[in-house]
Nanobody, 120 residues
């Protein structure tokens, strides 16, 4: 069974930095793309950033220039470096993985979420 393990959330003051990590394990044939979403209280989940197997990235306009997504293909791990954090970045951050299983099915899985709280 494929699993995602997230880490790196926490409490930080505005202007500070955090780095989120998400590692995938299990019967993965290949990874299509990985990404981070977030959900603040009372709001819908939104895409923060994604990265393809080839390294192409896409990110939310409000985080461009502050957040950087990267991945380590050998470790099946994706990172989100978050700098210049703002109180409006406060949310539960979820890792998302699109992969092909060992039985060649294209599947999607979500992490359990990690809370990021930015104080003003």
């Amino acid at each position: 069974q494929v699993q995602l393990v997230e880490s790196g959330g926490g409490l930080v003051q505005a202007g500070g930095s955090l780095r989120l990590s998400c590692g995938a394990s299990g019967p993965i044939w290949s990874i299509n793309h990985m990404g981070w979403f977030r959900q603040a209280p009372g709001l819908q989940r939104e895409l923060v950033a994604t990265i393809t197997s080839g390294g192409s990235t896409n990110s939310l306009d409000s985080v461009k220039g502050r957040f950087t997504i990267s991945r380590d293909n050998a470790k099946n791990t994706v990172y989100l470096q978050m700098n210049s954090l703002k109180p409006e970045d406060t949310a539960v951050y979820y890792c998302n993985l699109h992969y092909r299983s060992s039985t060649h099915r294209d599947l999607e899985i979500w992490g359990q979420g990690t809370l990021v709280t930015v104080s003003s």
